[in-house]
C-alpha cells in the first residue's frame, strides 16, 4: 500500500480556480471551504447543509451549480457509488475507493502492485492507460 498525497489547502484550491481564470465569489470560496473540511465524499445536499451552517443565505442551486463548474474546471471529481446520487471530492492525487456495504463508508487507497498491474493489462491488449477508476465493495471480517 502507498501513503496518499496530501490533500491541498484552501489557499492552493483558490490559487487553482485563479490560475484556470475562475473567479472565486464569496458562495464558491464557502463550497470549496466546505470541501476542504470534509473528510468524507459528499453529496450536493450534505455540501449544501455544511455551506448553510456557515452561511444561511447559500442557495441550493448555488451549491449545484458551483460543484458542477468546479467538476468542468477539474477542481473536483464527481464520483458514483452505485447510489441514488453523486459524491464529491477535492481533484488531488491518483487513488481509488474501497466502499463498506454495510455502513457506506468509503476508503481511500493507493497500492503500487495495482497500478502495474492496471499498465501491464493495458500494454499486452496493446493500449496505452489513460485514466482508470477502481471501485472495490466488501464488507468487514467478523472477528474469529
Not at 444561511?56 to 467538476?71: S, W
Not at 487513488?95 to 476508503?107: A, F, M, Q, S, Y
Amino acid at each position: 500500500m502507498s501513503h496518499l498525497e496530501t490533500p491541498p489547502s484552501l489557499d492552493e484550491l483558490e490559487a487553482r480556480c485563479a490560475t484556470a481564470g475562475l473567479k472565486l465569489t464569496e458562495p464558491r470560496k464557502l463550497v470549496l471551504q466546505v470541501l476542504c473540511e470534509s473528510e468524507d465524499h459528499p453529496s450536493v445536499e450534505m455540501v449544501y447543509e455544511r455551506a448553510r451552517a456557515m452561511d444561511p443565505k447559500v442557495a441550493m442551486a448555488t451549491v449545484y451549480r458551483t460543484l458542477n463548474l468546479f467538476h468542468e474546471f477539474d477542481i473536483v471529481t464527481r464520483i458514483d457509488l452505485k447510489e441514488s446520487f453523486a459524491r464529491y471530492e477535492l481533484n488531488w492525487g491518483h487513488h481509488h475507493h474501497l466502499i463498506d456495504v454495510e455502513t457506506g463508508e468509503v476508503h481511500e487507497f493507493q497500492n503500487d502492485t495495482i497500478e502495474k498491474l492496471k499498465a501491464q493489462i493495458a500494454a499486452e491488449m496493446g493500449f496505452e492507460l489513460v485514466e482508470c477508476v477502481l471501485e472495490l465493495y466488501g464488507r468487514r471480517r467478523k472477528a474469529a
